[in-house]
C-alpha cells in the first residue's frame, strides 16, 4: 500500500541520513584525534627544544660568570689553575681550559685525564677551534657535539676573559651531553610508545624510543633549538594512535548498531500504533465504497484508536440497516405501486371502454394517464437503482459518439413529435464507464423533451481535448427550473418544500460526479446543459 511504502521509505531515509551524520561525525572525530596528536607532537619537539635551549643557555651563563673568576684571567699562575680545577670540581662540566689571546693553552683540568696528558696539552696552540674563534669575538658560544679522542662526543661552552674591558683569552667548558644532565628531562618522557631524536649538525646527540624512520612510527614532529640549531624530533608509535583509532572505530560501530536497532523498535511501534491502524481504516472504507456494509475493523493503541473503531463500526452497522431498510421499503413500494397502479389503469381503461358519459370517460382517461406515469416512474427507478448500485461491475470505455447516437436513436422513435439533432460528434473520444454514460445522456435528452410537452429542438453536440470530453445538450424549451438547476450545480438537499419533480436530474448529478466529472446549467431562451468527462484511452487509462 502507498502509506506503508512511503512509511518504510521515510524510516529507510531518515536511517541513512542519521548513518550519514554518524559517519561524518566519527570521520570528524577520527581525523581530530590524529590531528590533536600530531598538535601534541609539534607542542612536545617545542617544549623539548625550549628545554634545550634554556638548559644550554644557562650552561653558557655558567661559563660566562667562572670567566670573570679571579686570577682566572693570570696566565699560567697557580691562581689560574686553581680556579679552572674549582670549577670542574664543582659543575657537570667534564673538563675545562684557557686559551690566550694568541690561541695557546695556559691552563687544562679535565676529569680522568692524567696529569702527563694535561701537560702536553698546555702551551699548545688551539687558534683554529671555532669555539676558540667564536669567543674571541666576544660571543659566548655552544659548540656542536665533536667527538673526543676517547669515542665519546663532547659539547664546549665558549666565554671571553676579560681585563678591564679587552679580551685577554677564553674560558672553555665542556661537557658530554649523553652523560650529563642536559637530556635528563627528555629520559622522563620518551618511551616505548613516543620517541625522542637530538640532532646536532648530523649527529646525533640523544635518542630513545622509536626513530622517525622506523616503521612503527606513525607521526614525527620536528623544532629547533634556537641557540644551537639542533634539531628536535619527537615520534609517536603508531601502535598508540591505531589503538585509540580501533576504539573510535568500534565506538561508530556500536552507535551504528544503535541507531538500527532504535529505528527499528522505533519504526516498528510507529506501524503498529499509526500506519496498520491506518491501513484497517483504509481497507474498512474501501469496503464500505463497495457496498460491503456492516464491515467492521479493530485498532490497536491507545484510547483514541478505540473510540475511532467504535464510531466507524457503528456508521458500518447503521449503513447496513439503512440499506436493508431502502432495499425492503424500494421492494415493497415498487412492488405494491405496481400492482396498484395496474389495477387502477386497468380498471380506469374499462370505465372509459363501458361508459357513455363523456364526462366520466375524460376521467378515466386521465386516471388512466396517471397510473402508466406512476408505472413509469417504477420502471425508471428500478434502472437508477441498478444502474448506480455499488456492487455493479464497471463497463468498458466506449467512444462518446456511438454513445450518443444509440440513445438519440431510442429517444427519436420514443419522441416522434420532438426534434432531437447531433453535431460534433468526434469518433475517437472515449470516455469511462459507457454504459453508465449512456445513461446521462438518456436522462439528459429525455427530460429537455419532457419540459417541452415533446415538441421541441434539442441539441446534442460534443467537443474533446487531450483531457476532457464536453457533452452539450442544448434545448428550446421554457428553461430549466431554478430548484432543477440548483441541484445539478451545487450542493442540494431537499426539504418538503424543495425537491426536484423527478429522478433524471439527480441520476445524471450522481452519475457524473461518480465519474470524476462536472455539469453546468445555464437558462436563455432555452436550457443549455454541459458535461465534462475526463477522456481516457479505449483500455480506460486517462
Partial sequence: ??????????????????????LAGFTLLRDATVAQEEASLQGASEQIASQLDVSLTEKGQTVGLWAKTHGIDDHGSPEQRSAVRSFVLSTDFSG??????????TAFHAQGTSSARSRDLIGQ????????????????????????????????????????GEIVGTFNAAFHPRRGDLFGP?????????????VANGTSVYQDGPRPESDGALAVSNATVSRTGWTVSVTQSETVVQSRLRSITLLQLGTFGLIVVSLSIFGWWLYREYVANFERLQNGFAALVAGEYGTTVSLAGPTEWTVVARNFNELSETLARRRVEVTVLNRVLRHNLRNAMTVVS???????????????AADAAMIKRRGESLLALADHARVVESSLRLDREESPARPIDAIVEEAV??????????????????????????????VVVDELVRNAVIHGDGQMTVRVEVTATDDEVVLTVDDDGPGLPEIERRLLTEEFVETPTDHGSGLGLWVVKWVVEWLDGTVSATVDEGTQVTVRLPRVDDDGRE
Avoid at 11 to 22: D, I, N, P
Avoid at 96 to 105: E, P, R
Avoid at 346 to 359: F, K, L, M, V, Y
Fill in 1 to 22: 500500500m502507498r502509506l506503508r511504502r512511503r512509511f518504510f521509505v521515510a524510516l529507510l531515509v531518515l536511517a541513512v541520513v542519521l548513518s550519514v551524520l554518524s
Fill in 96 to 105: 675545562a681550559s684557557v686559551i690566550a689571546t694568541n690561541g695557546t693553552m
Fill in 125 to 164: 696552540s688551539f687558534d683554529d677551534r671555532a669555539y676558540f674563534q667564536r669567543a674571541m669575538d666576544g660571543e659566548t658560544y655552544v659548540s656542536d657535539p665533536v667527538e673526543a679522542e676517547s669515542g665519546n662526543f663532547i659539547v664546549t661552552v665558549s666565554a671571553p676573559i676579560r681585563d678591564d
Fill in 186 to 198: 627528555l629520559r622522563t618522557r620518551s618511551g616505548s610508545s613516543e620517541g625522542v631524536l637530538v
Fill in 346 to 360: 386497468g380498471t380506469a381503461a374499462r370505465i372509459q371502454e363501458t361508459t357513455d358519459d363523456d364526462s366520466l
Fill in 409 to 438: 436513436a431510442g429517444l427519436r422513435e420514443e419522441y416522434a413529435d420532438a426534434t432531437i439533432e447531433t453535431a460534433h460528434l468526434p469518433d475517437d473520444a472515449f470516455v469511462p464507464d459507457g454504459d453508465i454514460v449512456a
